[in-house]
T-cell receptor, first 109, second 115 residues
């Protein structure tokens, strides 16, 4: 089955810096790659997603890139703010979602 | 539209008991997936239901089961509870029949504690 590796497990940045989270997947048939943000005690919320026919997608301060050949995708957050502090999960799907283990992002003021 | 709802939000059970969790999807959504979230294993897929049929199943023992009703509401059942079943159980709904390739919206989860 699909296996998703996510790095780093924790990431600390200063407010205003950029943050990058990377994921690799094993199943070349996976065609959908969402990213979820989960604040403490809350439900995961979709922040951006990308499909395999697209290499990059951007939504304000958040962007995702996909390299199908290398089977990796990344989340980029620019101009980080303290409210960006949360756990971020990547996932890959060819029918069911397989999640990475998560990255705890801490943005210090 | 109202979001995905789950009941109960918290549950405490003892080993050997069984438990039933409920999930109401967003109106119009026909697919419901269930996940187990633990600190050690992260988010793991349990199963997905679409139009009252189990379409996909994760790698969990048969003690974990589910069903979906004609109004798309879903329940999951865990029998003979073990300490390791303590977790946050999340359900997610999506609009159409493309399974995990369709945007999934999560409920708040049910926190199950097994003593």
């Amino acid at each position: 089955g699909e296996n998703v590796e996510q790095h780093p497990s924790t990431l600390s940045v200063q407010e205003g810096d950029s943050a990058v989270i990377k994921c690799t997947y094993s199943d070349s048939a996976s065609n959908y790659f969402p990213w979820y943000k989960q604040e403490l005690g809350k439900r995961p919320q979709l922040i951006i997603d990308i499909r395999s026919n697209v290499g990059e997608k951007k939504d304000q301060r958040i962007a995702v890139t996909l390299n199908k050949t290398a089977k990796h995708f990344s989340l980029h957050i620019t101009e980080t703010q303290p409210e960006d502090s949360a756990v971020y999960f990547c996932a890959a799907s060819r029918g069911t979602l397989t999640f990475g283990k998560g990255t705890m992002l801490l943005v210090s003021p | 539209k109202a979001g995905v709802t789950q009941t109960p939000r918290y549950l405490i059970k003892t080993r050997g008991q069984q438990v039933t969790l409920s999930c109401s999807p967003i109106s119009g959504h026909r697919s419901v997936s269930w996940y187990q979230q633990t600190p050690g294993q992260g988010l793991q897929f349990l199963f997905e239901y679409f139009s009252e049929t189990q379409r996909n199943k994760g790698n969990f023992p048969g003690r974990f089961s589910g069903r979906q009703f004609s109004n798309s509401r879903s329940e999951m059942n865990v029998s003979t509870l073990e300490l390791g079943d303590s977790a946050l159980y999340l359900c997610a709904s999506s609009l159409s029949g493309t399974g995990g390739s369709d945007t999934q919206y999560f409920g708040p989860g049910t926190r199950l504690t097994v003593l």
